[in-house]
């Protein structure tokens, strides 16, 4: 295993860990407006691009 030289500082291990986050998910809405995850298929009225597949 490698051994860092080195230690590293605590600017660059923050500057490093700044890139590391959780992104806010993508958001869609379906053909009757409720809010969905894109290319999912809506909870709330089982529709998947404007074709019934669910019965809810």
Known sequence: ???PK???SRSNT???R???K???P???KC???HVI???TVCGTCGRYNDRQVLDV
Do not use: D, E, I
């Open 14 to 16: 923050r500057s490093r």
């Open 22 to 24: 959780a992104k806010v």
């Open 1 to 3: 295993m490698a051994v």
């Open 6 to 8: 080195r230690r590293t």
């Open 26 to 28: 993508t958001l869609a």
């Open 18 to 20: 700044s890139q590391w």
């Open 31 to 33: 053909s009757r407006g």
């Open 37 to 39: 995850r894109p290319h």
